[in-house]
């Protein structure tokens, strides 16, 4: 852990900035969590280190190992499986609300987002790729102005960012996904409420089949973000 990675804005956390060196992968799925390191590279005290591994504990972040003090959860290829299997329905349902109230000016944002998707897949830019997919589905659940699936959806993400970054690290992946998402934004922004739902339902269940094709078992570190 490098000591200056542990900077951060005064108004967050010492969860915020430890989640945010987790999702950013300077954390290896499996790596241990000393508190006595954590206290010192956020530069807190180990009360309010505790205090940050029990509020990620709780969002299945970290875990505890009996005897043997905190860790960065492993979340293997079955766990995301399920919980993607969960979000297919979630992100189903956004996607028809998103149909019904999406404006012209917001129908815009997300034609103008998959065109920077698209310029980035000739690019050969994966992580741009990456970026504007996490983008467009936030986009997308913010439309829909459903605020118990967007509740649970931002449960599952955190989880399932590895498996995400590293699916689309996979060659070829980001043009096999273009079109689908292409498809999403046509028929949210045209506001056809059942292609919509039917578009992301796809879309979902072929991240399920990629992730499926994998032999990994549990997620290893990262490349830089």
Do not use: W
């Not at 005290?45 to 504990?57: C, N």
């Not at 969960?86 to 149909?99: D, F, H, P, Q, Y």
């Not at 999403?184 to 922004?189: E, N, S």
């Amino acid at each position: 852990m490098s000591r200056g990675s542990g900077r951060a804005a005064d108004d967050q956390s010492p969860a915020d900035r430890l989640r945010a060196l987790i999702l950013a992968g300077e954390m290896a799925p499996g790596q241990r969590l000393v508190e006595g390191d954590l206290a010192e590279l956020l530069q807190v005290k180990r009360a309010a280190v505790r205090t940050a591994l029990v509020e990620l504990t709780a969002e299945r972040l970290v875990e505890r190992i009996r005897n043997r003090g905190a860790r960065v959860r492993v979340i293997t290829v079955a766990e995301a499986i399920a919980m993607y299997e969960c979000r297919m329905v979630l992100e189903g349902l956004c996607a028809r609300k998103a149909a019904q109230n999406v404006t012209e000016d917001e129908a815009g944002e997300l034609r103008a987002i998959g065109a920077s998707m698209e310029a980035a897949v000739r690019d050969g830019d994966p992580l741009r790729y990456s970026q504007l997919n996490e983008r467009l589905h936030a986009r997308i659940r913010e439309i829909a102005a459903q605020p118990v699936a967007m509740e649970m959806l931002e449960g599952m993400h955190a989880q399932l960012v590895r498996h995400r970054f590293r699916l689309a690290l996979r060659p070829g992946r980001p043009g096999e996904s273009l079109p689908q998402h292409l498809r999403i934004i046509t028929t949210v922004a045209g506001g056809d409420a059942g292609a919509a739902e039917a578009a992301m339902r796809e879309h979902v269940l072929d991240v399920i089949r990629a992730l499926g094709e994998g032999d990994e078992l549990a997620l290893g570190p990262l490349p830089a973000e």
